[in-house]
């Protein structure tokens, strides 16, 4: 079964960056769609960003558009969440997730057949 490791979190000043790693181990990434979920406290779990089967199609939701590039390392077997000009509201626990269905990736949880455990990111000055 796959698993999922996410990795690249911590405590970051308003106006910084981060970059979330999600590995995959014994299977290749490259037959999958990618997505980054977060759940802040309090909150439920929203799709933040998505990677196709081949990168050939992302999207973002419109809270990190602009600011928040999803990217395939394929010799790593790693997707990528460049994070820039982070904000408090960005705070949250945040997963990565693999669906081996669709060749497209969508933001929707349901979608979704694999997830891995989070990693917290934490905006706060």
């Known amino acids: 079964q796959l698993q999922l490791v996410e990795s690249g979190g911590g405590l970051v000043q308003p106006g910084g960056s981060l970059r979330l790693s999600c590995a995959a181990s014994r299977f290749t990434l490259d037959y999958y769609a990618i997505g980054w979920f977060r759940q802040a406290p309090g909150k439920e779990r929203e799709g933040v960003s998505c990677?196709?089967?081949?990168?050939?199609?992302?999207d973002y939701a419109d809270s990190v558009k602009g600011r928040f590039t999803i990217s395939r390392d394929n010799a790593k077997n790693t997707i990528v969440l460049q994070m820039n000009s982070l904000k408090p509201e960005d705070t949250a626990v945040y997963y990565c997730?693999?669906?081996?269905?669709?060749?497209?990736?969508?933001?929707?949880?349901?979608?979704?057949?694999?997830w891995g455990q989070g990693t917290q990111v934490t905006v706060s000055s």
């Open positions: 997730a693999a669906d081996r269905r669709r060749s497209v990736c969508t933001l929707l949880m349901n979608d979704y057949d694999y």
């Open positions: 990677i196709s089967r081949t990168a050939r199609s992302t």
